[in-house]
T-cell receptor
Framework: KAGVTQTPRYLIKTRGQQVTLSCSPI?????VSWYQQTPGQGLQFLFE???????NKGNFPGRFSGRQFSNSRSEMNVSTLELGDSALYLC???????????FGPGTRLTVL | SQQGEEDPQALSIQEGENATMNCSYK?????LQWYRQNSGRGLVHLIL?????REKHSGRLRVTLDTSKKSSSLLITASRAADTASYFC???????????FGEGTQLTVNP
């Protein structure tokens, strides 16, 4: 079974731009979560989607948004990029109400 | 915000030695999990221990959980150079909820 895939793997943007990251979960997994990893703040939860609905949201500004499609694929969008948004963005998928989350390789976003 | 702390922040050992990493957390939990991350890449799930369990084994891994102290430890026996990575503990307050991660331990296993 193929793992979680994320595209693109690397991205360079400038301040003020917006970016969209994509995540395809493991086949059959309906829950997708997003995490941000930075050297200063570590791994922080962004949001979780299940059946196209956001079930949970972390403490991030409204510039961070996401959505999930009917095939469970998910996208997250960051608008008006700031230097501090430079991070590794990780997507994870899981079966409904199971505990183990399977992570993708991440998208490395650099904001200049 | 982070759930808790991991100790030590960095650990350097020789191949064949055992490595022990500790994790503390702040709230009541449903389960605690350990993940490995190689050099800024994705996280790999290692092992999960539920709040009603005290010890769990998986291959060369041994995890303990002390809910009274809100702490857990991960022991890797007979370490290999390939075990070099960052190790994170993560907790779930309820089954299937968001993961709250510790700060991580950077393990270096020297050949």
């Amino acid at each position: 079974k193929a793992g979680v895939t994320q595209t693109p793997r690397y991205l360079i943007k400038t301040r003020g731009q917006q970016v969209t990251l994509s995540c395809s979960p493991i086949s059959g997994h309906r829950s997708v979560s997003w995490y941000q990893q930075t050297p200063g703040q570590g791994l922080q939860f962004l949001f979780e989607y299940f059946s196209e609905t956001q079930r949970n949201k972390g403490n991030f500004p409204g510039r961070f948004s996401g959505r999930q499609f009917s095939n469970s694929r998910s996208e997250m969008n960051v608008s008006t990029l700031e230097l501090g948004d430079s991070a590794l963005y990780l997507c994870a998928s899981s079966l409904l109400d199971t505990d183990t989350q399977y992570f993708g390789p991440g998208t490395r976003l650099t904001v200049l | 915000s982070q759930q808790g702390e991991e100790d030590p922040q960095a650990l350097s050992i020789q191949e064949g030695e055992n490595a022990t990493m500790n994790c503390s957390y702040k709230t009541s939990i449903n389960n605690l999990q350990w993940y490995r991350q190689n050099s800024g890449r994705g996280l790999v799930h290692l092992i999960l221990i539920r709040s009603n369990e005290r010890e769990k084994h998986s291959g060369r891994l041994r995890v303990t959980l002390d809910t009274s102290k809100k702490s857990s430890s991960l022991l890797i026996t007979a370490s290999r150079a390939a075990d070099t990575a960052s190790y994170f503990c993560a907790t779930q307050v309820t089954s299937g909820s968001r993961l709250t991660f510790g700060e991580g331990t950077q393990l270096t296993v020297n050949p």
